[in-house]
């Protein structure tokens, strides 16, 4: 377990050391946008990797293998739209996120089923829950 939580934290420093990719010349137009896209232009600075250029997204930058694609609390992220789903969740390495399309009513008992199973819901608040829970 000592193994897993420090790759945990060496996936936490990774990422506050990444830097912010951005498309090439975000800048000069707000039509572009800045979401990333590989430079391919022939004179490209960024494509050859000149150091005074932005960072280009590369292999180099993914974090552990073993903890990728894990929520910040170490558990696995688990879309939940309906309480039968949520009954399939390991609580000890799972966690659920309830999908965006769920209503209020729905929602309500999910979160209720969770408390009484023991999983944690990632993006309901604590405040919510207690809200939730009074009903």
Request: proline share 4%; hydrophobic share 40%; no cysteine.
């Amino acid at each position: 377990m000592s193994e897993f939580k420090r790759l945990m934290r060496l996936k936490l420093k990774m990422k506050q050391k990444r830097p912010e990719f951005k498309r090439q010349d975000w800048f000069k137009s707000s039509r572009i946008g800045t979401s990333w896209r590989r430079p391919f232009g022939k004179h490209s600075g960024m494509r050859i990797g000149l150091t005074h250029r932005a960072a280009v997204a590369t292999v180099g930058y993914r974090g552990p293998a073993l903890v990728r694609g894990l929520h910040p609390s170490g558990l696995q992220d688990i879309l939940v739209n309906n309480v039968k789903e949520l009954v399939a969740i390991n609580p000890e390495i799972q966690g659920a996120r309830i999908a965006a399309t769920v209503g209020k009513r729905k929602r309500i008992e999910i979160v209720k089923k969770a408390n009484e199973l023991g999983i944690r819901v990632f993006n309901v608040s604590k405040q919510k829950q207690e809200e939730f829970l009074s009903l």
